[in-house]
């Protein structure tokens, strides 16, 4: 089984892919995450991808298509996986399908208004062990100081306003096409993620019953 996590930046992708990893027991797998340690590394994917990323684009195709080739053929997808920021093009998910057309997939959408979102990444603030808090809803006990690990809390580079606004403009142009594709192949389904995260969770879980079976 491979769940595709759809839906805008900061629609809680991240968040709710880690919760339905627990609970499924699969991977979860973030083109965006693997591309950060590229740069952070200092590779030469990384170096070339860090222009796009800063300013809002999209990393090549081809680059994400052959991270994701490698990332799935790991023997922890062998039960399923959970794929967060990826496909967010046509073609990508025309080569997923040709990595692996014989998976069962269900794709998620997690639908929130773009003011929401602007909103939500302004006060988004991360650390480098992979926790997400919020400035205002989801505050750190100790400000700016990480309540899983201790370390130092940041804003992302392209969580400013203007990198936000062309997030957003490439999610519209590029991504949101994937709807009527999967709508297409019969495998999408939509929820209100404006909701808590916990609501959000429970909406996703009840939907994934008709493709997953749970024991
Ligand atoms: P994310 O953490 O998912 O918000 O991704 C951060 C940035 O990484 C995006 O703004 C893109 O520049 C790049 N990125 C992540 N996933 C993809 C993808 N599937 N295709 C192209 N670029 C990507």
Same mark, same amino acid.
């Given at each position: 089984?491979?769940? *595709? #996590? $759809?839906?805008?930046?900061? !629609?809680?992708?991240?968040?709710?892919?880690? #919760?339905?990893?627990? &609970?499924?027991?699969?991977?979860?797998?973030?083109?965006?995450?693997? #591309?950060?340690?590229?740069?952070?590394?200092?590779?030469?994917?990384?170096?070339?991808?860090?222009?796009?990323?800063?300013?809002?684009?999209? /990393?090549?195709?081809?680059?994400?298509?052959?991270? *994701?080739?490698?990332?799935?053929?790991?023997?922890?997808?062998?039960?399923?996986?959970? $794929?967060?920021?990826?496909?967010?093009?046509?073609?990508?998910?025309?080569?997923?399908?040709?990595?692996?057309?014989? %998976?069962?997939?269900?794709?998620?959408?997690?639908?929130?208004?773009?003011?929401?979102?602007?909103?939500?990444? !302004?006060?988004?603030?991360?650390?480098?062990?992979?926790? /997400?808090? &919020?400035?205002?809803?989801?505050?750190?006990?100790?400000?700016?100081?990480?309540?899983?690990?201790?370390?130092?809390? *940041? %804003?992302?580079?392209?969580? !400013?306003?203007?990198?936000?606004?062309?997030? $957003?403009?490439?999610? &519209?142009?590029?991504?949101?096409?994937?709807?009527?594709?999967? %709508?297409?192949?019969?495998?999408?389904? !939509?929820?209100?993620?404006?909701?808590?995260?916990?609501? /959000?969770?429970?909406?996703?879980?009840?939907? #994934?019953?008709?493709?997953?079976?749970?024991?």
């Amino acid at each position: 089984m491979r769940i *595709i #996590l $759809l839906g805008p930046p900061g !629609s809680g992708k991240g968040t709710q892919g880690d #919760l339905l990893g627990e &609970h499924y027991g699969f991977p979860r797998i973030s083109t965006g995450d693997l #591309l950060r340690a590229e740069v952070g590394a200092g590779t030469p994917v990384g170096l070339e991808a860090k222009k796009a990323m800063d300013s809002g684009g999209l /990393v090549d195709d081809d680059v994400v298509n052959e991270m *994701i080739r490698r990332r799935i053929g790991r023997n922890d997808c062998g039960k399923g996986y959970i $794929l967060d920021g990826f496909p967010r093009t046509v073609p990508q998910a025309e080569q997923l399908n040709a990595i692996n057309s014989k %998976r069962e997939e269900v794709v998620a959408d997690i639908r929130v208004a773009d003011e929401r979102l602007v909103e939500r990444l !302004s006060a988004r603030r991360v650390c480098s062990c992979g926790a /997400v808090f &919020h400035a205002i809803n989801r505050r750190p006990q100790i400000e700016d100081v990480c309540d899983a690990c201790g370390g130092r809390l *940041i %804003r992302r580079g392209d969580d !400013s306003p203007e990198v936000i606004r062309e997030r $957003l403009r490439v999610y &519209h142009e590029l991504t949101e096409p994937l709807i009527v594709f999967y %709508r297409q192949k019969g495998n999408y389904f !939509s929820v209100n993620g404006e909701a808590d995260v916990q609501t /959000v969770f429970a909406a996703i879980r009840s939907k #994934l019953k008709d493709w997953i079976l749970e024991n």
